[in-house]
């Protein structure tokens, strides 16, 4: 699909119904108190938990290349959309039997010039080394269904690059994990959630099918396919109020709540402005 159809197929893009697309970071054992992102660490009973519980209740989790017949209208079902940012090795270890046990699909946003290595960009304030996949996790992970992302070359903030240093970052990152992995890369997620509009049309033009920011809202029709919302799953979360952000308009009606007033935990409009979804990697 060359990006002309590409961009006439986003504009046009009616989900009927909004769909929610889940951001998960690590599904590891708790860390203690005070360890800087703790936040972003679930334990894998609660991932399950989470996950159990929707697919009782009929929904069905895909990632987003199997999100993308639904976000343009063409398909309509109980689904939601399961995402992992940075491809830590504790998803590959606790996150994937599950996805397979409950026929859910998920993608891994991946960090090209980090594979095999562990979370650099969050060392600076204190967080631990977590390992990252490598080339063989990354191999088995697509050979299980799943989906592979991108998520930049050095997860950087784009809003704090120059033009070509986040081009490079965005279109580079697709061209090392296509060339590793020799499949196509559809879906781009922006770290931290941080992006402009321009930083949107550098992903449309280097060929993603679909960019995610984090933006606590359910995707709706209208909404730029490059610039997705996404809700993002914490520790503290409680069950109901999970279930309820996935399947009914609580976290639209919370939004209207905090329309153009963003809070420390990183709650803007789509379309707010650069500083979008600061609390979230
Ligand atoms: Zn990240």
């Known amino acids: 699909m060359d990006n ?9 893009a009616r989900p009927s119904s ?18 800087p992102v703790r936040s972003l660490v679930l334990p894998p009973w609660r991932f399950g938990l989470q996950l159990r519980t929707l697919r009782l209740l009929g929904w069905q ?5 199997d999100l993308e017949p639904y976000l343009l209208g063409e398909k309509t079902g109980k689904v939601f959309g399961i995402t992992l940012d940075d491809g830590y090795v504790n998803n ?10 409950l026929g859910f699909t998920a993608t891994a946003y991946i960090v090209s010039g980090q594979i095999g290595g562990t979370n650099v960009w969050d060392q600076p304030v204190g967080a631990p080394a977590v390992p990252l996949m490598d080339a063989d996790h990354l191999r088995a992970w697509l050979a299980a269904g799943m989906e592979i992302g991108a998520h930049t070359r050095n997860h ?8 070509s240093t986040a081009r490079d970052e965005i279109a580079g990152c697709k061209n090392d994990l296509e060339r590793l992995l020799g ?8 770290p931290y959630g941080e992006h402009r509009a321009d930083h949107a049309e550098m992903v449309r033009q280097a060929g993603y099918t679909s960019g995610t920011a984090i933006v606590s809202s359910r995707a709706r029709a209208g909404d730029d396919l490059m610039r997705l919302p996404r809700i993002s799953v914490h520790l503290y979360d409680r069950l109901p109020s999970f279930v309820a952000r996935v399947t ?15 809070t420390s935990r990183g709650y803007y409009v789509m379309g707010g402005g650069a500083g979008q979804g600061a609390a979230a990697h």
Not at 21 to 28: A, E, F, G, K, R
Not at 92 to 101: K, S, T, V
Not at 183 to 190: C, G, I, L, M, N
């Open 92 to 101: 590959f270890e606790h996150a994937l039997p599950l996805l397979r046990e």
């Open 156 to 163: 950087v903030n784009l809003c704090r690059c120059d033009d």
């Open 18 to 35: 909004p769909i929610a697309v889940l951001s998960y970071h690590q599904t590891s054992p708790t860390p203690r108190r005070g360890t």
């Open 248 to 262: 009914t308009n609580y976290e639209d009606w919370r939004m209207r709540r905090w329309d153009a007033q963003p």
């Open 183 to 190: 499949t196509e890369v559809r879906s781009f997620a922006y």
């Open 4 to 12: 002309e159809v590409r961009q006439t197929r986003g504009a046009a």
């Open 61 to 65: 989790g895909l990632s987003m290349r």
